[in-house]
Every structure is written in C-alpha cells, then in structure tokens.
C-alpha cells in the first residue's frame, strides 16, 4: 500500500530449505495462527485510512485465500509436504531402534549451489552408500527407503583435500532438522542431539570441569571448576566437549580443519620428546572411545593429517572423488602390522555438572534486558554480547532472536540462586513446550521467532560472560 517510508508494507517470515518451527505459525488442536508484520501507511505523522483499508480488507483476505484454505491450493502438494515430514520423524525413531546415529540416503545430492546459497547442486554426484554400510528402512509414505546408516562408536571420514569430507559432514550436522522437499538432503537425518564442536580462541569458560582433557597446569589452576575469560584454542574445545555432555549430546561431530591440533592428537615423537607428565593436555583421541564405552556418546570426525585415529576408529570412511567407501578393514589390517605406541592415560571419569546460573549484575538480579541480535553473529542482553558466530547448527537468524527471549527468561525468571545451569535451560525448555512462546515474550508474540535446539540455549548461556 501506499505510504511514505517502509509505511505501507505488508511481510512474514521467509523460509529457507530446513523446516523449524516458528512464531509466523502457529497449529493448535482448533486454530491456526499466523502472525505478521504490518506497517500502517502514513504520510508523515497521519495515518492513511484509505490505504490502511487495502491492507485489512484486499490484500489480507487474498494472501489468506491463496495461502491456507485447502481447495486453493496443489492438494498433491499438500499431501506429499505432510507425508516427507511423517517419513522423516520415522527415520528419526527408526535410528534409535537400529543403533544408528545418522541416516543419509542414497541419491541424496549433498554439495551445496555455492557457500551462500542452500539451494543443491543440481550437477552434484548423487550419494551412494557403501555395500557394507547399507541400511533399508521402511516408511510409512515411501516405503522402503536404502542409504547409509552410521551405526554408533567412533567413525571417521578420510580422503584427500576436496573429495568431500566436509561436504558429508555438514549434511549429518544440518541432519538435526528436517528439509523440504527437493532440497537434495531430505532423507538425511541424525541424532538430534548432535553437537558440531570446534576451538574457539577467546571465548568465556566458567566453571567448567575440564580435568579429563587438561590437568596439572603450571601455575596450579583448578581445573575441575575452570574458569578463564580468553581461552585458547585447545581449552575452549575441551570445555565445548564437556558442555555438551551437560547439554546431553549423544553425538559429537568434527573437522579436524576447525579444531586446536593440540587438543586431538599427539603423535609418537611427540610424546617421546614432551613426556607425559610435562603436558597438561590429554588429546580427545585417548578419551574418545572412553566417551562413547563409558558416556553412549558417538564421534563422526572428518580427520586427514594424522593416521593414529584409526587405531580408535570402529568405522573409517573414504571420500574418493565424492563417493563413499568403507575401508575399514583394510586399515585395521595395516594398523595390526604396525602397533600403536601404548602410552599412560590418566584415569578416566565422566565429568559433574554443578554449575549454577550466572549472577554477575550489579543488584544480583537481571530485570528488563533489552534484547538486540545481529543475525546469526551475535546476541546482545543490554550490554553483554554472546558471540553466536561459531554456532554452526544455528542455521536462521530467528532462532538467534528466539535465543535471545529464552537466554533472558532464564536470567530474569531463576531468582532461585541455586539453580544450576542445567536446571534453568530444562526447565525454560518445559515450559516452551507446555506453552509456546507466551511466556517469554512480553507483552506480545512477535512475527520473526523460530524454535532453537535445547544444545544451542545451552551454547549461548556458556558464552554469557555476564
């Protein structure tokens, strides 16, 4: 409509490839709810009635015609966008019964158009899963369905540089949530509680029991309740991995590319030249197989620099010219022929989780925080920014924004002081799943929200430095 400004404009939500669940729409038992934005059209200070009346009594009834009642719409659309939702929920039980953390159907096209666009690489080489790693599920819609089914433990995706390692793993990560039709990664799904880790230099840690990875620092600092305001690559990735146990991850996921050298490996030579008791560092390769025997937690790491991960490895995957084969026996062979050095490992315990809310404000209460986001990047609660960049399955700036809602019900609404961390996100996540967004958002749901992984509100309370 016609208004000076952005007066005059009629939006809701744009969505991309993965389906989340958003404030835009709202299904209930009885109703539908859709929420939108609508700027009144004014010239200056004065509302232009006229316009306004466009707005509530043509466009509005159109794009509710065109949009939502039935008999407009492609019905066979309709039917196959419920059917691919019901498959993909399927797969999601199905994994749990077969004990399986990840899914990835074969013809599946994984390579994105470009790094800024989710669209699938039309010319991309379609997935097709090793013989011995091939799994058949039926669903109700499409029946039977074959691809790849990662079974739990510990697996690795090798191969040379630009083969496609990354491109398999960023498929599995985005796994964590459904995808419309045509996007090429429909039917890959996994764990859903899945965490991407990775180092992130200068980042906040508090409290955070780090000691199966670090111990034995020089200047004798407690690493049980570790605490620093600018860690290190290696110390932010180690406080990532015990975070996300809290958060009750089943599966870890890394890129060598993105994680502190120090903290995954230390090679034979190494060890011989820096003895054990002169580093700090436990690599996460000594307590990995720990974590999944000892823990139920799962690792799919993509790693092409040091071999001494296939001693650990239940499955090795190699991206040959981006197609997957399982060499697992053939490594395991070669690694029988020449015997890992055996080194002493410090006893292994699975980390505590006591830590307590935050309370760092001035009058020891948070109380009206105002709330600002900047996309995908950052959150700020008045003048406290959580850096969210390295947040990789955040995937829509409104989850960003719905964060932002959740991270202050939490700091405003736990007047209870020894409230632990953990309670306050479980109990923030009850409560959005009882009501909806109503308690969070005051005095009105806003248009522009979209629901966050209980992992992710978890990430964003450990990165508020408060």
């Known amino acids: 409509a016609k208004g000076s400004g952005k007066s005059g404009l009629l939006s809701i939500s744009r969505c991309g490839q993965r389906v989340l669940e958003r404030s835009a729409c709202q299904l209930t038992k009885d109703s539908l709810i859709l929420r939108f934005h609508a700027g009144f059209p004014a010239s200056g200070r004065t509302i232009r009635a006229g316009e306004l009346e466009k707005i509530l009594f043509d466009f509005l009834p159109v794009c509710i015609e065109r949009s939502c009642i039935y008999s407009r719409l492609d019905k066979k659309a309709v039917e196959e966008a419920v059917f691919l939702a019901e498959d993909q929920e399927e797969i999601r039980r199905l994994l749990k019964q077969e004990g399986l953390v990840a899914f990835v159907a074969n013809d599946s096209l994984l390579p994105r158009k470009s790094g800024v666009s989710q669209l699938p690489l039309t010319e991309g080489i379609p997935f097709t899963a090793p013989a011995s790693l091939e799994k058949t599920l039926n669903l109700p819609h499409k029946g039977a369905i074959t691809g790849m089914g990662i079974p739990k433990g510990v697996t690795l995706i090798v191969g040379g540089g630009y083969h496609g390692k990354s491109t398999l793993l960023g498929a599995i990560q985005e796994g964590v949530y459904n995808h419309i039709a045509g996007d090429g990664r429909e039917y890959v799904i996994t764990d859903a509680s899945a965490v991407k880790l990775r180092a992130e230099d200068g980042r906040s840690i508090r409290q955070v029991d780090i000691s199966m990875f670090i111990n034995d620092l020089p200047n004798h600092k407690d690493t049980k309740s570790f605490s620093t305001e600018d860690a290190s690559g290696s110390t932010s990735q180690a406080a990532g991995v015990v975070e996300a146990i809290e958060a009750g991850a089943g599966l870890f996921l890394m890129d060598e590319d993105t994680s502190a050298t120090n903290f995954m490996v230390r090679d034979a030579l190494m060890q011989q030249v820096i003895q054990r008791k002169k580093e700090p560092i436990t690599p996460f390769i000594e307590r990995v197989r720990q974590l999944y025997e000892t823990g139920d937690i799962s690792t799919i790491l993509v790693a092409g620099s040091s071999g001494a991960f296939f001693y650990i490895a239940d499955h090795i995957l190699q991206m040959d010219c981006y197609h997957t084969t399982d060499i697992t026996k053939q490594v395991k062979e070669l690694c029988a022929a020449q015997p890992r050095m055996n080194s002493d490992v410090p006893p292994f315990s699975m980390p505590e989780h006591h830590r307590l809310l ?78 909806g967004w109503k308690r969070f958002c005051h005095p009105y749901i806003p248009c522009g929200l979209a629901k966050p992984r209980i992992q992710e509100l978890f990430q964003c309370i450990n990165r508020f430095r408060g």
């Open 358 to 435: 935050p309370v760092f404000h001035p009058t020891g209460r948070y109380d009206h925080m105002k709330l600002r986001t900047n996309g995908l990047d950052s959150i700020s609660l008045d003048k406290e920014t959580v850096d969210t960049r390295y947040l990789e399955q955040l995937i829509d700036p409104e989850q960003t924004t719905a964060l932002a809602y959740l991270m202050r019900y939490c700091l405003e609404e736990m007047p209870d002081r020894d409230c632990t961390i953990s309670e306050a996100v479980s109990h923030a996540y009850r409560i959005f799943e009882q009501e």
